[in-house]
């Protein structure tokens, strides 16, 4: 089974429309997927999908209302399977430790192929915990300063997550990340890679171990919301970030448009892929569903072949977001053409485009400043 724990540092970046149309996608594939709504204490994850209110969940397993096995639910999408997370029950958004590591423990031992989680937003503790299922976690985020930096802090705060639960209390590497905590401006300054490096001499046979888990994480990231294909680029400051400060890999999954077309799936109840399939925003979820069907299944408690496609992935992403946004534009002008577009909407898009049609501008004279200069600098030689 391979578990995908999706999560999200701030809401509204499209976590839950990707879980489910991710489980849906790898259903059609002929796999057998369990999505499983843990954003508890705002459940909504059946609507997506369009399913009922529901009536039992993880609220009612943990609370002793409900076996395991009875909060399984069927969906009307092929091989998938559904478990709601139980919003109306008071108290599901902080759950306590025991049952937080029950559920780890039963959601470990179901039998499916790909076991997806919809994880709340946020660092909470217990989303931290279920992100670190697997090593194969997808981040998603927006192209916004603040969706990028929460992205980045998320990662980060799983990063010392694991960091914490390797060097256990009473270990030499406990007592000094805990001297480092009391400074609080010294840790934000100790980059992981150093911190590991003051660890290493300190407590050697944790740091070791800390080291073999770290780079068995592998999480991957979908930028979403994006509106042109500069946006897609903005994944690179992100990965940048985690490879300097946290001495990580992030793959780059893919990227998806900014699309209406969702909202007026969801007014019907209908994942996106199954309203529109042929959609900008369905395609690209397809793609994601290729590449997940196409990696090798990977977890912390057993070794598996490392290798850094962190550059091609993030290369093949920005490909992609160009050939997705003439396919958008191509969509746009057959809308014109038909009517369909209204005149506020076709007033938004042209402003849209003038908008980067100006940003184009300045890149080229900064460009050009740039090459005159280099020119006048060999001149001068």
Do not use: W
């Amino acid at each position: 089974m391979q578990i995908i724990p999706i999560a999200s540092g701030k809401g509204g970046v499209g976590k839950s429309l990707l879980s489910a149309n991710l489980a849906i996608s790898l259903g059609k594939a002929g796999k057998r997927v369990l999505l499983v709504d843990l954003d508890l204490g705002a459940s909504n994850l059946h609507l997506v999908i369009g399913q009922q209110a529901p009536k039992k969940g993880i609220g009612t397993f943990l609370t002793g209302a409900q076996d395991f096995d009875s909060i399984i639910s069927d969906t009307d999408y092929e091989n998938v399977q559904f478990i709601a997370g139980d919003s109306e029950i008071p108290g599901m958004s902080s759950i306590k430790t025991s049952q937080k590591n029950l559920l780890i423990k039963r959601l470990a031992k179901c039998d499916v192929d790909y076991l997806i989680l919809d994880l709340g937003a946020g660092t909470h503790l217990s989303i931290l915990d279920f992100f670190l299922m697997s090593p194969q976690g997808i981040i998603v985020t927006a192209p916004t300063v603040t969706a990028t930096l929460n992205g980045y802090l998320f990662l980060k705060n799983a990063v010392f997550r694991m960091m914490y639960n390797t060097f256990k209390k009473g270990t030499v590497g406990y007592d000094y990340m805990k001297k480092l905590r009391n400074d609080s401006s010294s840790l934000q300054r100790l980059y992981v890679p150093k911190l590991v490096e003051e660890l290493q001499k300190v407590d050697p046979e944790n740091a070791a171990l800390f080291i073999e888990r770290k780079n068995r994480f592998h999480p991957r990231l979908v930028m979403n919301c994006i509106d042109n294909p500069v946006d897609a680029e903005k994944a690179q400051k992100i990965r940048r970030s985690c490879s300097q400060y946290l001495g990580l890999n992030l793959e780059h999954l893919g990227v998806i448009y900014r699309d209406n077309l969702q909202d007026r799936a969801l007014a019907s109840r209908l994942p996106i892929t199954v309203y529109k399939p042929q959609a900008v925003i369905s395609q690209a979820i397809f793609r994601i569903a290729e590449r997940i069907l196409e990696s090798e299944t990977a977890s912390f408690d057993s070794r598996y072949d490392v290798t850094d496609e962190g550059s091609d992935s993030f290369q093949i992403a920005s490909e992609e977001a160009i050939d997705d946004y003439s396919a958008k534009m191509a969509y746009i002008e057959e809308l014109l053409g038909t009517g369909a577009l209204t005149p506020s909407e076709l007033a938004e898009t042209v402003k849209m485009q003038q908008m980067e049609l100006n940003q184009l501008k300045k890149e080229n004279t900064l460009l050009k400043a740039k090459l005159l200069k280099a020119a006048n600098m060999g001149f001068k030689v």
